[in-house]
């Protein structure tokens, strides 16, 4: 199954970064307060999408952020 890549690389590298500092927030946080386990969650659907280039959220309103040539 072939996924249309809808992501640019600015969009990726930023959805990469965010999603790893949400990541280790989330388990920063969870060590000192309990209930913070959704902030890594979140991060790791940015992180995921960043790895394959592919926004769910865009496919339903045909939207990229990939240039032709990227």
Do not use: E, H
């Amino acid at each position: 199954m072939s996924v249309t890549k809808n992501m640019g690389s600015a969009d990726r590298t930023i959805r990469g970064i965010a999603g790893l500092v949400l990541i280790i927030a989330g388990i920063a946080l969870q060590m000192t307060q309990s209930g913070f386990w959704w902030l890594a969650l979140i991060g790791v659907v940015l992180a995921g999408t960043s790895a394959i280039g592919t926004c769910p959220a865009y496919l339903p309103f045909r939207l990229s952020t990939r240039k032709k040539a990227d």
